[in-house]
T-cell receptor
C-alpha cells in the first residue's frame, strides 16, 4: 500500500540558512499535518491543511511557512534556521470529510520523517 | 492541561510475555478517537490500533489490544506474546471532534510523552 513520502530523509544546514521539506500524502488523503519531534520528545503539532487550505495552526514559528498544492503535496519552508530547529520533522496524512471520513476516527499515517540538523 | 498522560517512561518485559502500557486522556468532547503509535529507534511512526469513543468493544489488531475504560478515561495498550522487535517507543494519541471545521483545533493529533518498551530475551 502507498505510504506518505517525505523528502529529503536527512538534511544538514547551517544557522541562518533556509530549508524546504516536501511531503506527498497517501492518494485520496485530503488532509496533511506537519509535526516536529525534538530528541527524546513527543511530536509537536505545527500546522495542517485540508483541501489545500490551512485548517489548524499549532506551535509553528513565524520563520516557518507551509502550503498545500493542487496535487495535495505539501511543503514546509523554514528560514533563518536556528540550532534549536534540529529535529525530526514528520508529515502525516489522513482521510477528511471530503472523503466521507469523520475527523476523530481516521488515523494519521506518518511518513518516515526528515531529520534536520542545523550546525 | 495535558490531554494525554503516559505515566510509564520505561517498561521492561521478557520475550513471549504480555505487557500493558498505560494511557489516560482528558477531553470534554463526546466524540474522540484514541490511537497508539510505535516508534522504533529508526524513527518512523507506525500506526498500531484505534479505539473510537462510541465503540462498545475493545479494539484488537493481531497481538495488540486496547483496554478501553471510558469512565476512567483510560486506553491502555496490551501487547501479547512480546517479541524482540517490539522494543520501541510507544505513543498514545487522541483526536477530538466529529467533523472537521476549518480554522478550529479539531483534527490534530495530541500525543502523550511516550513509553519506551524494552523486550529482553
Amino acid at each position: 500500500a502507498a505510504g506518505v513520502i517525505q523528502s529529503p530523509r536527512h538534511l544538514i544546514k547551517e544557522k541562518r540558512e533556509t530549508a524546504t521539506l516536501k511531503c506527498y500524502p497517501i492518494p485520496r488523503h485530503d488532509t496533511v499535518y506537519w509535526y516536529q519531534q525534538g530528541p527524546g520528545q513527543d511530536p509537536q503539532f505545527l500546522i495542517s491543511f485540508y483541501e489545500k487550505m490551512q485548517s489548524d495552526k499549532g506551535s509553528i514559528p513565524d520563520r516557518f511557512s507551509a502550503q498545500q498544492f493542487s496535487d495535495y503535496h505539501s511543503e514546509l519552508n523554514m528560514s533563518s534556521l536556528e540550532l534549536g530547529d534540529s529535529a525530526l520533522y514528520f508529515c502525516a496524512s489522513s482521510l477528511g470529510p471530503g472523503q466521507g471520513a469523520t475527523t476523530y476516527n481516521s488515523p494519521l499515517h506518518f511518513g518516515n520523517g526528515t531529520r534536520l540538523t542545523v550546525t | 492541561a495535558q490531554k494525554i498522560t503516559q505515566t510509564q517512561p520505561g517498561m521492561f518485559v521478557q520475550e513471549k510475555e504480555a505487557v500493558t502500557l498505560d494511557c489516560t486522556y482528558d477531553t470534554s468532547d463526546p466524540s474522540y478517537g484514541l490511537f497508539w503509535y510505535k516508534q522504533p529507534s529508526s524513527g518512523e511512526m507506525i500506526f498500531l490500533i484505534y479505539q473510537g469513543s462510541y465503540d462498545q468493544q475493545n479494539a484488537t489488531e493481531g497481538r495488540y489490544s486496547l483496554n478501553f475504560q471510558k469512565a476512567r478515561k483510560s486506553a491502555n495498550l496490551v501487547i501479547s506474546a512480546s517479541q524482540l522487535g517490539d522494543s520501541a517507543m510507544y505513543f498514545c494519541a487522541m483526536r477530538e471532534g466529529s467533523l472537521a471545521d476549518r480554522g478550529s483545533t479539531l483534527g490534530r493529533l495530541y500525543f502523550g510523552r511516550g513509553t519506551q518498551l524494552t523486550v529482553w530475551p
